[in-house]
């Protein structure tokens, strides 16, 4: 009999959308394809059409192709046993989930420079921001939207009774937020966004301790000594 092949995951080589992916499937113990491609062969895979939505990650399953990072965590989370199968636990993972997207959106322009982001075409910044108004932006990120955004977290990951956002187990929006609230605390995530944004939030800092201390999670690390934001 021909042998399977493993479900391929497509992705830069650093943590960015990928590494909560790649976490649920190794802390599952699902065995997969680790496909670290550079931004140039993002462009030329764009071209060939093997990017249905034009960007990675993308998960490749029995010859299908599919895309956007929370439909594959997910995927990632049902086969590592990691999203609740309760119907109610499932929207609280959820809820949590979006409003880590929510984040990301916003951070969008400090990451690309520009106010829409990126070109889809160029891939270079789509109506750049004014040198004179990026000091603006961090300080508005580091002062006003990131606290904001933290403390609400840090009062659900409370509400829900911890100490995991979705109880006593740990589910894929604590490895998304993990990945994030690494990256916060040691300002990697976002040039310019300082630790500071979580200081009056403890519970989260716990949390990004306790997943990181996870054997899986120390094991997955200890083996990519390198990986990078």
Same mark, same amino acid.
């Given at each position: 009999m021909?042998?399977?092949?493993? *479900?391929?995951?497509?992705?830069?080589?650093?943590?960015?959308?990928?590494?909560a992916i790649r976490l649920a499937l190794y802390i599952g113990n699902v065995q997969f394809e680790d496909h670290l491609v550079s931004r140039a062969e993002c462009v030329e895979m764009e071209k060939a059409g093997k990017l249905p939505f034009g960007q990675v990650p993308v998960l490749e399953v029995?010859?299908?192709i599919y895309a956007q990072s929370?439909?594959?965590?997910?995927?990632?989370g049902r086969q590592s046993g990691l999203y609740p199968e309760d119907e109610k636990l499932q929207m609280r993972c959820d809820e949590i989930y979006d409003t880590l997207t929510d984040i990301k959106r916003v951070l969008f322009p400090a990451w690309h420079g520009?106010?829409?982001?990126?070109? *889809?075409?160029?891939?270079?910044p789509l109506v750049p921001i004014p040198d004179e108004l990026k000091g603006d932006v961090l300080k508005g990120l580091n002062e006003v939207w990131l606290p904001y955004r933290m403390g609400q977290l840090e009062r659900a990951l409370e509400k829900f009774g911890g100490p995991y956002f979705c109880g006593a187990r740990m589910t894929i929006c604590d490895l998304e937020f993990y990945v994030m609230g690494?990256?916060?605390l040691t300002e990697c995530y976002v040039d310019g966004v300082k630790s500071t944004i979580m200081d009056g939030c403890p519970l989260l800092k716990q949390l990004v301790e306790r997943v990181g201390n996870n054997p899986k999670v120390t094991e997955w690390n200890a083996l990519h000594p390198n990986s990078h934001y």
């Open positions: 021909t042998a399977m092949p493993l *479900p391929k995951f497509t992705y830069l080589d650093l943590k960015g959308f990928g590494e029995d010859g299908e929370g439909v594959i965590l997910k995927w990632a520009g106010i829409c982001g990126r070109n *889809p075409f160029t891939k270079q690494l990256g916060f």
